[in-house]
């Protein structure tokens, strides 16, 4: 599973920090994702990108 931020439509809101802290973490305005979950972290990775505003968290099962 790899979990990414497209830094340039992150909007800064810290929804998905406070959603999964331990997954997303904030670096000035920009979520970042560091290090990556495992798999056991999918579903509090999902929740927090489905509560993204702009659709700027991305899941792929691949590594
Ligand atoms: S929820 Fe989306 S817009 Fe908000 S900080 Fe996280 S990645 Fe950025």
Redesign the pocket.
């Known amino acids: 599973m790899t979990v990414t ?2 830094s340039a ?9 406070y ?1 999964a802290p331990g997954i ?1 973490h ?1 670096e000035g ?3 970042t994702v560091l290090p990556q979950p495992d798999e056991t972290q999918f579903e509090r990775a999902a929740g ?2 489905n ?7 991305k899941i792929s099962k691949e590594t």
């Not at 509560?51 to 968290?57: E, K």
């Open positions: 931020v497209d439509s992150c909007i800064g809101c810290s929804m998905c920090a959603a997303f904030m305005r920009v979520s927090a990108a509560r993204c505003p702009v659709n700027a968290i």
